[in-house]
């Protein structure tokens, strides 16, 4: 009787001492939740699953990409935030979800600075300033002074208020000391068909949304919104060149939930530096217009709390809000 009952209660603590390493098994060992907080066929959905094309035989599991569009992305993020901090579910997102939409929004379903987990940068998006050619400009300076002697006399799209057109615009007005009329539209293409026709003249827009009018000889690109020069395109000086400092980029960037463990921070983070890496994605992100990145996720917190900074103080300054 006494040994029966050893050797169940050794089969008991044989099932106690198996369980962690049940609980430990290695990461992932099943599907991976990749949510956009846009709708399908947009630049970040696009870019989803190009990147899930690579990431899947890296990482041995599929990554699963699930729209959540709604709220300026904050669907989406309140989702991802909500979830375990497993690695499970991971959101792929602009600087709207921690840099602008908490200024913009009174009230957000989720907390901002401190909901999520930082694990990789994956690109920049530069936007370009360009003209109408009717403009008797032909380089930013002239830009500058063109518009400082004829203030507020010009108007300039955006693809919505609060949005990284209409923000990159307002730094720029700001450091340059020019004013101009603000005239919001629902997309980038909408804005395209009044800006080739004169009814605006001026646009600091995504690349990849111009550049095709820039090429057809409608509009007149003046500079670009990096630090400096593309390396595919030299030929489009740095707006900083002229106006020291200024950067207007917006950013795709991953986040988990609050609390992921460093291992599998330290997983993915990997996974995405080798995709980020590669030839074929590099070269279909500048197809794009987009410029890859990568690096740790520390570098990646930096980036976000300094561009929560630097959008606060523009957003304050504009007096810009959503609600």
Known sequence: MQATRRGVLGMGAGLVLSAPAIAQAPFPNRPIRFVVPFAPAGGSDIVARLLVEELTPRLGQPLIVENRPGQAASVGAAHVAQQPP????????????????????????????????????????????????????????????????????????????????????????????????HVPYRSSGQALID????????SLDSFAAMI?????????????????????HPEIPAIAE?????????????????????????????????????PRIRGRFREMGMAAS???????????????????AVIERAAVKLD
Request: hydrophobic letters at 40%; aromatic letters at 8%; proline letters at 8%.
């Open 212 to 232: 095709p009018a820039v090429r057809a000889g409608h509009l007149r690109v003046l500079g670009i919104s990096t630090a400096r020069p593309l390396e595919d």
């Open 195 to 202: 800006l080739m026709a004169g009814r605006v003249q001026v």
């Open 86 to 181: 497993d690695g499970y579910t991971i959101l792929i997102c602009t600087p709207g979800v921690q840099m602008t939409n908490p200024f913009l929004y009174s009230n957000l379903p989720y907390d901002a600075e401190r909901g999520f987990t930082p694990i990789v940068h994956i690109a920049y998006l530069p936007n370009i300033l360009v003209v109408h050619p009717s403009l008797p400009v032909r380089n930013v300076a002239e830009f500058i002074a063109h518009t400082r002697a004829n203030p507020d006399k010009l108007s300039f799209s955006s693809t919505g208020p609060g949005s990284s057109s209409h923000l990159a615009m307002e730094l720029f007005m700001s450091m340059s000391g020019t004013r101009m009329t």
């Open 242 to 278: 002229t106006l020291e400092g200024y950067e207007g980029t917006t950013l795709l960037y991953m986040l988990g939930p609050a609390g992921m463990p460093p291992a599998v921070v330290q997983r993915l983070n990997v996974a995405f530096n080798e995709v980020l890496a590669l």
């Open 294 to 312: 990568g690096g740790s996720p520390e570098e990646l917190a930096q980036v976000i709390t300094e561009g929560r900074t630097k959008w606060r």
